[in-house]
Structure formats: C-alpha cells, structure tokens
C-alpha cells in the first residue's frame, strides 16, 4: 500500500473546538421558542400486570394540561429486526417503568404533576422473573402474540413459548471431538445485565406540522433506521419516508444505547397528537436505566474438550439470555453471539445453542460489545482452567489454537487476516507474562491476567453507506455521512479519508452531523462498521471528485487526463513541471477559456458502499451455509493487578490492549478508544452491579447506588497497542476496534485473581467482596441474599439449561 | 412567588425572574439562553452542570437560582469570550474529549482547579475531578493535558524545574 500524508496521522478532531467552547450542541440545547409544549410519561408499577382500565379525567383537568394519549390512541408495536415493542402498553404491561400513558402540557412541571393523576387499574400477573421459570412447559406467557410479529428472515421466533430467537450453529460433530479430548471441563458462568449510562440521557422533541411533515431532534446513532422504523410503525397516519425527518445534533454518548429505537417514538406520536406545535420528551437519570435498553444478563454453559498437548477438539456453548419484555434488538445480540462464540480459535467441533428469552424486566439491546463481552468472560476463563488443569501456560494454549487467515469458521465460512498471536505477543512482553511480582506489602499480592478476544459487526447484509462531497469557492469542501459523531471521532476520520484522496486538508473539510433530508444515507451507527463501511462510501465519494477533477482540468486547459495528478490542493502535470492549478481557481466557476467562454461548474462527487459478500441465509439448524459477518477484529489484553488479601481490594497496575486495526486512519483517536473501552470494561469487570428487587423493580438507577468510574478510579497505567494487518476491503486497509477495547477486561480480571489469590470467580462482576468472602472460604452464591442482577437466581451449577415442551 | 434575582453572568449584569424552587441549571438554561451546563442526573451525581460561583466549581443543579444573587456566575460561554484558553487549546490539540456532554463541566472544574492550585499533582487533578463523570475517555487524556498544561505555564514563570512528578496510583 503506498504512503499516505493524512491517513495514519492523528488529525485534530473537526469537532474539538465546539466541544470545549461550549458551541457544540446537543439535543436538549436547541430552542423551540414559546409554543414548545412538554410530555411526562405515566409508567408500570407492576412487572407484569393486566390494564383493565386507565382514567385520565383527572389529569385532563389539571392546570396546564393540554392532551393525555394512552395506546388507545397508538395501538401499534414497532421494533428493528421485530415489531414485539410497544409505543404504550396496550392490554398488558411487562416491566416495572413501562409507558402506559403521556401526559402533555405548558410546562415540564404541570406535565409531571398530572403524570401522576392518571388511575390505571390493574390485574396483576405472575410476573416472568427466572429464565427456568420462563423456559419451562405451560410457562406464562409474555408475549400471546409473537407468532404475529412482523420480523427478519434470520429470527426463529418459538410461538406459543417466551423464546424471542434460537441461534443454532452446528460443525463438525462433537460427540466425536469429546472422543478425541484427554481432558474436558464443564462449568457454567454468569453475567448479570449492565446499563450503558451515556451522560446524556435520551432526549427528543418532534414537531408533527399543519403540512403533515413530522421531524425529530433525537439524540441518536440511528436516524435513517429510526426513520425507517418509524415509517413502518406509523403508516396509519399515511407517513412515508418523504414526510419523516430525523435531525441528529451531537450525541452525549451512545455505547450502543441509542442504536434503533425506543423513547424516540413515543415523542413522534405526542407530536401527531398535537399537530402544529413541538412537544419535547426527556428522559431522566431513572428514566434512562430502566427505559431505553441494558445489556442482557446470561447464564452459559460450557464444555471444552482438549488434547495434552493443547488442541481443542470441541466446544458445546449454550447460553440463555434474559432479554426483558421485548427482543426487537436484543435478539440481535444473542443471534451474534450465537455465531461466533468460539471465540477467537480453530476448533473443528462445535454445538452452539443462544437462546433469547422474554422476561418481566426492562428491555434489553445493543451494548458496546454486543454480546461478546457477555459470552468471552466464561469462554476465556474455562481456557485459563483447562490450561491449568493440562499443565500448560494459558497464553501457550491459546497460541497453539489461535485463529488463522482462513481458518474454517463456526459457520462454515473464512477467517479474514488479523494478526491475534502479534496482539498476544506484545500484551505478553508489555507485562512481562511468565514473570512473577512480589508486593512490596506483606498483606498484598500481585498477578497478572491476559484474555484474548475478537468480535464482528453483526449487521443486516444489506447495511450500506453513502457519502456526498462538494467543494465551495475557496477550495474548502462539505462532506455529507449520515454516521453518528458519538465521541469516537467518526467525523474526522471521515474528513481524513477524503482528505487523503484529494489531498485538501482535513480543516478545510467541515463534515457534520445528519439530517436524513439532507445527508446521505446510513444504516446506523452500530457495530463498529462505520470506519470501515461509510469509509468505503466516503473514498468512493472521493475518488469519483478526483476524476471529475482531473477530467474538468484536462478539458479545460487542453491536456491528457492520463498525465494530471492531484498533490497539495492542485491539479499537476506528468509531462509540465510548470503546470499547477488550484482547485480554488476552477471548483465552482470553471475554467476561462482564450475566447472568455468558461469550462466546468460546480464539482461534487457520491459513493455508496454495500457489503455485498455477506448472506444470512444458512441453515437455521447449522447456521452453515452463509455469510452473516463481514469481519472479525481481533486482539488480546493483559493486566497486573494488586490484592489485599484481607479485603479483597485491587489496585490496577497495568493495563496492555493490543487491537488489530488494520490500518488506524488517527492513531491518537484509536487509542482513545482503547484507553476509553478499558476503563469502561474494567467498571463492568468490578462493580457497576445493577441490583433488582425479586419483584421486578430495579433498585439502583441512578450514579449514587450504581457506580460508573470517576477520575479516581482508573488502572495507573494504560498501554494501547495498535498491530496493522491490512482489512483488503476497508478503506486503507481500516476494520473496526471502537466495541472491542472493552470485550477482554472482565475474563483478563479474573485470570489475574486467580493467578494472585487461587479462587476462580465465575460470576459478574468480580467485586472486592466476591473475593474476600471466597478467600475466607465462603460460597458467595449462598449469601448473595435475594435482589437479582438479571433473572436468574439459585446456584449456577444448578441451573438445568432445559426448554420444556419438547421445543428444540 | 416569583422574585427579580440579580447577578453577573458571565461577566454582564443580568437579571431574572425566578421560582424558589428553580435550580440554577433551570434558569440558565430555561429562562436565559446559556446551553453548555448540562443535565446528566439532576441530583448532583455526574457533574455535566458544573459552573463557576464565584469562581468555585458548584453543581447549577444542586444551587437554588436565589441562592446566587449578588453572586459572579461564570459558564464555559464565558470562560471562552476572548478566545479559548492555554487549557480548552490544549484540550482540543490532544484530541482529549470524545462526546464531548462532560467537557463543559471539566473544563470549569479544571480551570477553578488550575486558578487555586496552578501546579497541581495528578492526584490533586484526579480528586477536583472526581464529581465529573466521563463515560467515555478513561479520564486518562483529560488528566494528563491538565498536569501538561500547569507544568508548561510553571515553566513560563519561573526557571524549569526538576524532574516531572511521580504518577500517583490511584
């Protein structure tokens, strides 16, 4: 690949100076003048409950009060991959928190007062609140009508059963591969739900006009699915696309969180509900952790078999997911997973079973990691237990299975390059694995931990991108993504590709936010595919500049097109040392001719980009057969921690990540990413430790019982490490890493416990006092008292990993 | 029950209608145009309020508008009026913030930080920061530049010093 003069640079961000004047504006900040009105929404006390009546009287009356809207007014469902979420609960409602009604009105106060007019009576049900519970025959039912939801092809619904989606993935023959083990190991791991916890909470208003055009302000990753979502979902009220905008300003984080749709809809139906003036609906710190999405809890099973020396011979991983009240999104991630939870390893036999299950709890969905994080902490702390258990290094063992170029993959297709022994090679040297190191302190101990990982975009096959670029009078440009800029720098790197190309530098590029009337197309950003799928979009976009370039400069000045480059924001010759044209001087006016005529006219360029190799139509039963995912980026992390062997406490010493990038387009804005991800990861990995009552109510949201990192809780060395094994069809060899940085730190924490202190901990998260009563020789799963983190409850090793009614 | 509170805001004298029960954030953001303070919580847990009172770092949303009258209030609109400063440059040459919803709260912190103690030690700067979450940086980025940019202006003042502070583990 030749040199590059801006890819591969760190550029400065397009969006740092906004960001730290206080100039850049998100959703909440934007002024709708006098007639804005407010919403306030009326939600479940109940996990899961019939509504037999809702009266609204009262709070019709309440002073400032203009309209109460319940689900009889929207009786419709809506969801991205499944219609299974509802705008209002309409006969039912299925978690505490739900929305049955919303009030709007003059001010945000009167809007709340009246919330809380509304009478719903209700007859309560059994709530769903255990996966066996949920699983088994004759369970009560969360959903009657699942059979009827609208859906895509790649889902397997069970009607009749609470099960969302079953991902199946069948190789080879396991039987045969446990046959050919010297050892096999099978345990059961458990990770508990999580919340995103983006500082910004979601916020939308919408402003359905007299002209019947309905916009949205939302902060969100998804604004073309979002309208896409919503054309489907509201088509009663005659919408199409053409009449559905979304507008999309700065996004106060994501993670995952404001991927597809959810309170953002019942914004657009107050708006309908109140044709001509805009409505705003906010949610609150509560609000957002019980309201939106959290990443779902699952219980795995896994059973490894290995040789002596080392080769894994197969795998049986079943994992059942807790996946709340609708699966719309989350039975994406348990479909991902459910293809790939090998991990990052060659193994000829393999039985996957990932199983989606409803449940009374709040909705779950994407989650930075989309399900990786969840099913690597079991998979990569088994490989350190049977790497013990064999007499053998645990990095050795992954080496000696580590996943190749070509490797045949669960599903039948082939690995992409990726450098994973690299990745392990210099997370190894940067902690000096093999090497012990002593506490300086009697009653601390030291270890270290290392973890591999990999992860693939999980998208439709048809998920595209497409970018427009123009030039202005100066020679400065405008390029339109529809991407989201959710921190990760996506708008620089973009301004840098195009930069690349015509050679204009990346501040003379203002790239911004979307509007889906004005910006080119996006699937969403999710999965960590835009660097590599809208970049695509964005070189092509270039490239088809350059030409247009070339062409109006040879036409103009009566030269071969073969003969003309671009270098330094000009058009040169091959042939003519003297020849130098500045785009400024020809990029919208064209070029003067001797006779005063002029040649060219404005010049832009679009490129589009679809991943036209990836198929979801294998085997429902073997998963073979197609081409769901585009790629996997690969890695592995090491960290050296502290204990104190009385309490358990743990001072992170150093963190190493090592991420196959493929080609980092800003280096600086990839270790932001790494720094950013672990310190995320790490959080998840020891105490944010979401807590529910056995009723179904969440306990803990907000930041005062529900512990995110401060300043002061960060490892005191972080080393990001960036291997480059060129993606040969992303755009200068990039694929993804944003989702990645935080997949290994949980099973990498509990390598390095059990390194320092002997016990192996295998349930989420690896808190001080996990450690401290398993040291003392104490069975946390017998005091862990009775509020649940996902639903599940009772010991681990217990749980039956059963679907009653003959359903498989 | 309404009440004309008066203040300087940012510099100007100001003056506004105000509920007891408004919090600062409310009215600066509701009632007077002033966007960067954000609400993140609303119950003084994450900081994204945070603006100067005086020039202390306070949370807008844990101040009672009438609480400020008489007082000097000073948000990132302000701190910026004759062009960014040494740290919101050197915030932006390092590419430090990602979504950028904490930056307008660390920034003032920051600032109030660097304004009572200009050479401070990163555990000084991690503990003024502690009260601003950031979801998205590992906070590593944002502490740094702050140590770099109080070493850089000490440097300017007085002859260069020593060797650099040992990193504190925290």
Redesign the interface.
């Known amino acids: 690949m030749s040199r590059t003069h801006i890819v591969g640079h760190s550029a400065i961000r397009v969006d740092g100076l906004a960001k730290v004047t206080g100039a850049a504006q998100y959703v909440d900040d934007l002024e709708f003048g006098p007639g804005l009105l407010h919403a306030a929404v009326v939600e479940s006390p109940h996990a899961h409950a019939e509504i037999l009546k809702i009266d609204t009287r009262a709070a019709e009356k309440a002073p400032g009060v203009v309209r109460v809207v319940t689900g009889a007014d929207f009786p419709y469902t809506f969801g991205l991959y499944m219609s299974d979420r509802y705008i209002f609960a309409m006969d039912r409602v299925r978690f505490v928190g739900e929305q049955i009604a919303a009030v709007i009105a003059e001010t945000p106060e009167e809007a709340l007062r009246a919330a809380k007019l509304v009478k719903v009576a209700y007859r309560p049900l059994p709530p769903v609140l255990s996966l066996a519970e949920a699983l088994k025959k004759d369970a009560v039912l969360l959903h009657p009508k699942l059979g009827e939801y609208q859906r895509v092809p790649w889902f397997y619904p069970k009607a009749g059963t609470n099960i969302a989606h079953w991902r199946k993935t069948r190789k080879g023959d396991p039987a045969e591969g446990f046959k050919q083990a010297d050892y096999i190991l099978e345990d059961t791991y458990t990770v508990p739900r999580y919340a995103h916890c983006p500082i910004e909470p979601h916020a939308t208003t919408a402003f359905f006009d007299m002209s019947g055009r309905l916009t949205l302000w939302a902060s969100s990753q998804s604004p073309f699915a979002q309208r896409d979502v919503m054309a489907i979902a509201l088509k009663p009220f005659g919408l199409t696309h053409r009449d559905i905008r979304v507008v999309t300003p700065y996004v106060g984080g994501g993670f995952g969180g404001k991927a597809g749709v959810s309170m953002e809809i019942i914004a657009a139906v107050l708006a309908i509900a109140m044709k001509g003036r805009p409505v705003r609906l906010h949610w609150t710190r509560e609000q957002e952790f019980r309201n939106t999405s959290q990443r779902q809890g699952v219980i795995a099973r896994i059973k490894m078999g290995v040789r002596k020396t080392g080769e894994i011979t197969a795998l049986e991983h079943t994992l059942h997911w807790d996946a709340g009240a609708s699966a719309e999104y989350g039975a994406n991630v348990v479909n991902a997973v459910g293809l790939s939870a090998t991990g990052p390893y060659r193994i000829p036999h393999v039985k996957i079973d990932s199983v989606c299950v409803y449940t009374n709890m709040p909705p779950c969905g994407a989650y930075r990691g989309f399900g990786y994080s969840e099913f690597h902490f079991g998979l990569e702390s088994h490989l350190n237990r049977i790497a013990k258990a064999i007499g053998m290094d645990p990095v050795e063992l992954r080496r000696r299975n580590a996943i190749r170029e070509g490797d045949t993959l669960a599903y039948g297709a082939a690995m992409n390059p990726g450098n994973l022994l690299g990745a392990m090679d210099a997370v190894a040297g940067e902690i000096q694995w093999g090497r012990k190191k002593k506490s300086k302190k009697s009653h601390k101990v030291i270890g270290k931990g290392m973890a591999c990982f990999w992860k693939a975009p999980a998208l439709p096959p048809n998920a595209s991108s497409s970018a427009y670029l123009k030039f202005n009078e100066d020679g400065s440009m405008n390029l339109s993504v529809s991407g989201m800029e959710i921190g990760q720098g996506f708008l620089t790197v973009m301004a840098q590709v195009a930069a690349e190309v015509l050679t204009v530098p990346v501040a003379k590029i203002r790239v911004e936010t979307p509007d889906t009337d004005r910006n080119a197309y996006e699937w969403q950003t999710v999965g960590s595919h835009v660097t590599w799928g809208c970049g695509n979009a964005v070189r092509a976009a270039a490239e088809d500049v350059k030409k247009k370039l070339i062409a109006t400069a040879a036409r103009g000045t009566k030269r071969k097109a073969a003969d003309l480059y671009l270098q330094d924001e000009c058009v040169k010759s091959r042939k003519d040392a003297s020849f130098s044209l500045p785009f400024r001087d020809y990029v919208i006016s064209g070029i003067m001719q001797p006779d005063g005529r002029f040649i060219g006219g404005p010049i832009h360029g679009t490129g589009m980009f679809m991943p036209e190799f990836t198929t979801t139509q294998g085997d429902p039963e073997t998963s073979q057969g197609g081409h769901p995912n585009v790629h996997y980026t690969v890695g592995c992390a090491g960290v050296i921690v502290e204990f104190d062997k009385e309490t358990g406490k743990m001072d992170i010493l150093k963190v190493a990540l090592a991420v196959d990038a493929g080609k980092a387009i800003n280096p600086q804005l990839v270790r932001g990413q790494i720094v950013g991800g672990i310190v995320q990861g790490l959080a998840t990995a020891l105490y944010e430790d979401i807590r529910y009552a056995p009723d179904g109510r969440l306990l803990n949201p907000n930041f005062t019982d529900y512990k995110i990192p401060t300043a002061l809780d960060c490892p005191a060395e972080i080393v990001p490490i960036i291997l480059e094994t060129p993606q040969p069809d992303g755009p200068f060899g990039a694929r993804g890493i944003g989702e990645h940085t935080m997949i290994a730190s949980a099973p990498m924490m509990a390598n390095a416990i059990e390194d320092a202190l002997g016990v192996r901990l295998k349930t989420m998260p690896l808190t001080a006092e996990k450690i401290a009563l398993a040291l003392k020789g104490i069975d946390y799963e017998e005091v862990k008292g009775d509020s649940l983190g996902f639903c599940f409850r009772g010991r681990p090793c217990d749980y039956p990993f059963e679907v009653g009614g003959g359903i498989s | 029950m309404k009440k004309e509170i008066f203040f300087q805001l940012n510099g100007e004298p100001r003056r506004v209608d105000v509920a007891p029960h408004e919090t600062l954030l409310d009215v600066l953001?509701g009632k007077m145009?002033v966007?960067?303070p954000?609400?993140?919580?609303?119950?003084g847990?994450?900081g994204?309020c945070t603006v100067l009172l005086d020039g202390k770092a306070v949370r807008g949303c844990l101040v009672l508008a009438m609480e400020v009258e008489g007082q000097a209030v000073t948000?990132?609109?302000g701190l910026?009026r004759d062009g960014?400063r040494a740290l919101?440059e050197a915030?932006?040459?390092?590419?430090v913030?990602?979504?950028?919803?904490?930056?307008?709260g660390v920034?003032l912190a920051a600032s109030a930080l660097l304004a009572a103690h200009p050479d401070p030690t990163e555990r000084q700067?991690?503990?003024a920061?502690?009260?601003?979450?950031?979801?998205?940086?590992?906070?590593?980025?944002?502490?740094k530049t702050i140590l770099a940019v109080a070493k850089k202006k000490k440097g300017r003042k007085a002859k260069p010093s020593s060797a650099p502070s040992r990193?504190t583990?925290?």
């Open positions: 953001r145009g966007h960067s954000k609400e993140g919580c609303g119950r847990d994450c994204a948000t990132l609109e910026g960014p919101q915030f932006v040459e390092g590419n913030f990602q979504c950028g919803f904490c930056a307008p920034v700067i991690r503990e920061l502690a009260g601003n979450l950031c979801r998205c940086t590992g906070y590593e980025p944002i502490v990193r583990a925290s």
